[in-house]
């Protein structure tokens, strides 16, 4: 079985020393959903939101959440980012906005955890965006596609 890296010899919790780590180019890109009814998708893409374009306000959601990661996960660092794109587009299937977030860095440590986090905020702020419309969305499929750069090996999902 792994060792869990944030938990000590003791059962404790703790945050990773990175300093002996090498800084090294750092990439990480996650995808989530949020499923809506047909009308919903519409108004979305139309822009015409009572609160504004909800497209590009998750989107600055996405990328404010990125920066701020380590203070809302309580054992992530605090990097400093070198690159932050959130996405939000129609879904293949139709069903709904498809969000993608990369995050670059040069540092001692990944950050998958801040594009799971840009990723899972942009979808939040387009879900209180469009709840007056559709409180029957759902937020779906959050997950890690891509990591590249450390020590350990680059990730890619299978049929990301």
């Known amino acids: 079985m792994a060792r869990l890296s944030h938990i000590d010899a003791a059962g404790r919790a703790r945050m990773v020393d990175v300093?002996?780590?090498p800084a090294t180019a750092r990439l990480a890109t996650a995808v989530g959903l949020l499923r809506m009814?047909?009308?919903?998708?519409?108004?979305?893409?139309?822009?015409?939101?009572?609160?504004?374009?909800?497209?590009?306000v998750s989107e600055l959601?996405?990328?404010?959440?990125a920066k701020r990661t380590?203070?809302?996960?309580?054992?992530?660092?605090?990097?400093?980012?070198?690159?932050i794109a959130v996405e939000v587009t129609p879904s293949v299937d139709g069903?709904?906005?498809?969000?993608?977030?990369t995050?670059?860095?040069?540092?001692?440590t990944g950050v998958e955890m801040e594009a799971l986090t840009a990723v899972s905020l942009a979808c939040l702020?387009?879900?209180?965006?469009?709840?007056?419309?559709d409180r029957g969305m759902t937020i779906e499929a959050i997950r890690l596609v891509e990591?590249?750069?450390?020590?350990?090996?680059?990730f890619k999902r299978e049929g990301a």
């Open 125 to 133: 702020t387009l879900y209180d965006m469009l709840k007056a419309a």
């Open 61 to 65: 959601a996405g990328v404010m959440a």
């Open 19 to 21: 300093s002996d780590k």
């Open 95 to 101: 069903a709904g906005l498809s969000v993608t977030a």
């Open 147 to 154: 990591k590249s750069g450390g020590a350990s090996d680059d």
């Open 37 to 56: 009814a047909p009308e919903t998708l519409a108004l979305a893409l139309g822009g015409g939101g009572k609160k504004g374009d909800v497209i590009a």
């Open 103 to 108: 995050v670059k860095t040069t540092g001692p």
């Open 70 to 83: 380590s203070e809302l996960i309580p054992l992530c660092h605090p990097l400093s980012l070198s690159k």
